[in-house]
Structures are given as structure tokens and as C-alpha cells.
């Protein structure tokens, strides 16, 4: 990916900053939680909605849908090392020991990401060593969409 896209993806994510969280939502301005945000930005990019998505659990300790945050990353997105996630990338979080990855985020910056966090909406946070030790895949958005 070029900077030139990168600088469109993370124009396209700071224009969600603060929309309020909604659980499986995805609407500018009115809510969305974190795949919300980034099936807008797939959708601002693409023009078009990758796959319809199924219901799924708002608890971030649920553990039965076992990795499909991960699968529909490794579907629609390019996965790329972790070692590699640049600005506009967008990085999967497991957030306690072998549950599956329940949280997403896209990079801004060299310590900066934005996210759909519960409570807070859509921000812009430090990359700190916390959340960078929870990181469990990256992905990069493709050249050529599936859809």
C-alpha cells in the first residue's frame, strides 16, 4: 500500500471520530463498535459492504465463535506481519490469553490508533506497550476487494 492510500484510510477513519458506540452497528455519526468502523471505511473505499455479517457477542470474553474476527480479516483483508502494520492498517487484539480475538484497531501513526471503544465511541489513543502486547494479527486493505 502506498502512503498516498494510508493518508485516505486514516482521513476516511478520523471522520468517524466521535460517533458513539454501538454494538454491530456501522453508521457514520450514529454508531458503530469496532468492525463497524472498519466495514465503514471498507465501504468509503470500496463503495460496497464486503459480506453480510452475522450476529455476533457483544461479550469480549465469548470464545464460541471461535477466531472469525480473524477469519474475516485472512478473508477480506491482506494479511500482513505484525512488524509491518504502517498507517492505515488495521490490527486485531486478544484480549486475554487463548480467547479468540474479539477487537480491532487502525493504525495512525507510529504510536497512534483509532478504535470503536465501548463507553467512548470512536477515539484516537496512544499505541501504548498494553495494547501493542494484545496484538495478535494485522492486515492491510486490498488493491483488489473480494466482495
Not at 35 to 43: H, P
Not at 58 to 72: M, V
Not at 90 to 108: C, N
Request: hydrophobic share 40%; charged share 20%.
Amino acid at each position: 500500500m502506498t502512503n498516498i492510500e494510508g493518508d485516505i484510510i486514516i482521513e476516511f477513519a478520523r471522520s468517524w471520530l466521535g460517533t458513539p458506540y454501538h454494538h454491530q452497528a456501522s453508521v457514520k455519526g450514529v454508531g458503530c463498535d469496532c468492525l463497524g468502523l472498519v466495514r465503514g471505511i471498507w465501504r468509503e473505499l470500496y463503495g460496497f459492504e464486503a459480506a453480510r455479517v452475522p450476529a455476533y457477542s457483544p461479550d469480549w470474553g465469548d470464545t464460541a465463535n471461535a477466531e472469525s474476527l480473524l477469519i474475516a480479516g485472512q478473508t477480506y483483508l491482506d494479511e500482513i506481519a505484525i512488524a509491518d502494520m504502517g498507517p492505515g492498517d488495521v490490527f486485531a487484539i486478544r484480549w486475554k490469553g487463548a480467547q479468540s480475538a474479539k477487537h480491532l484497531g487502525i493504525i495512525t501513526g507510529p504510536d497512534r490508533f483509532i478504535h470503536a471503544y465501548e463507553k467512548k465511541g470512536v477515539i484516537e489513543v496512544t499505541l501504548s506497550d498494553q495494547w501493542r502486547r494484545m496484538i495478535v494479527a494485522a492486515f492491510r486493505f486490498p488493491e483488489n476487494p473480494k466482495g
